[in-house]
């Protein structure tokens, strides 16, 4: 009996220590809020990078320079992306607030093997020489088409839909977060901003 009594004290001495150890080494730091706070919004920027809409597309290229004209078929990849240093994010009170920064569109020459086809071309002045295009005048016009490429972005709306989608995910990211948050889109109607 004495055997029982004694390993039962020992058994409790065990648990009241281990509780004891538990109790203070949890009190937690007073600035461990205001740290992780920082670690989500640092993570969010991570995300926005995300936010974007990738556009596989195909278009009729109908075009002349200087005097010479060309049919051709080019697909176009393009994305819309947004500028991670350009988003804001400012704390009023206990609300987070959220700026979307300003659109970017790039738009590549697709590397598929047949992204780029010629259909027909021809000397539209008449001489008594045909004269063929350049690959330097063909290039001049490629641009000229991925500038109305991102024009038909535009039009064609994927540029809201990508500013739309990149609002909610911001939204869902930081609500759960547990703070109230407003996401602010200085941008709404899309900017057409020349791009390099």
Same mark, same amino acid.
């Given at each position: ?14 648990? *009241? ?8 080494? #949890? ?9 992780? $706070?920082?670690?989500?919004?640092? #993570?969010?920027?991570?995300? @926005?990078? *995300? ?18 004209? !060309? ?7 393009? /994305?819309?992306?947004?500028? *991670?240093?350009?988003? /804001?994010?400012?704390?009023?009170? =206990? ?10 569109? =790039?738009?590549?020459?697709? %590397?598929?093997?047949? %992204? ?10 008449? #001489? ?11 290039? !001049?016009?490629? $641009? ?7 024009? /038909?972005?535009?039009?064609? +709306? ?7 989608? %990149?609002? %909610?995910? *911001?939204? #869902?990211?930081?609500?759960?977060? +547990?703070?109230?948050? @407003?996401?602010? =889109? ?5 900017? $057409?901003?020349?791009?390099?």
């Amino acid at each position: 009996m004495k055997k029982y009594l004694i390993l039962i004290i020992v058994i409790l001495l065990f648990i *009241l220590a281990g509780l004891g150890g538990w109790l203070w080494f #949890s009190e937690e730091a007073p600035d461990e809020g205001l740290q992780l $706070r920082e670690a989500r919004i640092k #993570s969010i920027k991570e995300m @926005v990078e *995300l936010c974007t809409l990738d556009v596989h597309e195909e278009m009729a290229i109908k075009d002349s320079i200087n005097g010479k004209w !060309i049919v051709a078929r080019q697909t176009i990849e393009g /994305r819309v992306r947004f500028n *991670l240093d350009s988003l /804001r994010v400012e704390e009023q009170g =206990d609300t987070l607030v959220v700026y979307l920064p300003p659109e970017r569109i =790039d738009i590549l020459e697709s %590397a598929d093997k047949d %992204a780029y086809k010629v259909l027909d071309t021809w000397d539209g002045r008449p #001489s008594l020489f045909s004269r063929t295009m350049t690959a330097q005048e063909e290039n !001049i016009i490629k $641009r000229r088409w991925q500038n109305k490429a991102r024009e /038909r972005f535009y039009e064609r +709306g994927y540029v809201s839909q990508a500013r739309d989608d %990149a609002k %909610a995910t *911001l939204r #869902s990211l930081f609500e759960a977060s +547990g703070q109230p948050i @407003v996401i602010v =889109d200085p941008f709404p109607a899309p900017q $057409r901003v020349e791009q390099d």
